[in-house]
């Protein structure tokens, strides 16, 4: 898997979870002021992304750090990167 | 879906002058005998402060459901007390600012919205939500939130949640956020739908003028929240999709 189906994977799963229109996800896009999810969303995230690519997330700290699309895509990748190895 | 907007009429004058007129009168008999109300709730009856509150609330509300009545078309199937679960989580769609005034029609008094931040500062109506206890989703944390929901369900209250957030600026279903079903999960406590249809045709969202409508207030069967633990930590997530789609159901259904 390539760093950029990771991305288009990512993004349709948040997208169809928090029924989001594509065009509104690009990676500049905040979570909070451009797509209008707030903390319970988050923890929803979670478990979609833990469920979509197989990867453990819980309470990782760095959740705390991810403010846009770009962050979470990072994210997500380092993740699904250190399962692979 | 809402209607599109045709010139106002002379009988839409009538409508608005006796629902507006109508609803200044009932807050200002409601704001004249809520003390006297009051002092017997909790005298005599021996509720709790917010008990009594809730309780002045519901019969305003459910004045408020006669009302409605004199200007437009208004079928209720809101079943008998016994068919609600105690306590139990009430969702429904929202189209209107009037929507909450509908939750009048239910059998069951003791209920706790969960609203933003906004309608606690509207004059007469902030105080009273506060004594009855109301929950600003807007002021707390998802944990906080949880947690004083939990509270409230605990001494037996329901609690009613529109779980879109806002209204629907389209009458569309909007996104269904996850706080009722995460809190149905957690407590066993389960979901009662209702289905409001019309109250966007009546006054769509941002607007003040109101329209002839022919309005539905209806229960759902409860949707329990066991029927979803195969799910694993995505349980609530599939109770939401499942909820919301018996009412997108519901409200596709023709009009009776």
Known sequence: MTDEDIIDRTNAAIAEEFELDAADMTPEASFKDDLGLDSLDAVDMVIVLEQEFGIKIGKDPRIATIKTLADLHAFVIDKKRALES | ?256
């Open chain 2, 1 to 256: 879906m809402a209607a599109a907007h045709q010139p106002p009429t002379c009988a839409d004058g009538v409508r608005n002058l006796v629902h507006y007129g109508g609803l200044t009168l009932l807050t200002l008999i409601t704001i004249v005998l809520s003390p006297p109300l009051y002092i017997i709730l909790r005298r005599l009856g021996g509720a709790t402060s917010g008990q009594a509150v809730r309780r002045i609330i519901w019969v305003y509300g459910r004045a408020w459901t006669w009302l409605l009545r004199l200007v437009v078309p208004v079928r209720i199937g809101t079943g008998d007390a016994a068919d609600y679960p105690a306590p139990c989580i009430i969702v429904a769609n929202h189209q209107s600012f009037f929507d909450a005034f509908c939750m009048g029609a239910l059998p069951i008094y003791d209920l706790v919205f969960v609203v933003r931040s906004w309608p606690f500062r509207i004059p007469f109506y902030g105080p009273y939500m506060r004594r009855g206890e109301y929950l600003n989703s807007e002021h707390l944390s998802c944990d906080e939130f949880l947690d004083q929901a939990v509270q409230r369900l605990n001494n037996g209250i329901s609690v009613i949640i529109f779980p879109e957030g806002t209204r629907s600026p389209d009458g569309q279903l909007g996104r269904f956020y996850s706080g009722a079903f995460k809190l149905s999960l957690q407590t066993g406590v389960p979901v009662i739908p209702i289905c409001l249809r019309g109250m966007g045709d009546f006054l769509p969202r941002g607007g003040v003028w109101l329209r002839k409508a022919s309005i539905t207030i209806k229960k759902m069967a409860p949707v329990f929240p066991a029927d979803f633990k195969a799910a694993g930590p995505g349980a609530h997530l599939a109770m939401r999709k499942h909820v919301k789609a018996l009412l997108a159901t519901a409200l596709r259904e023709p009009a009776e």
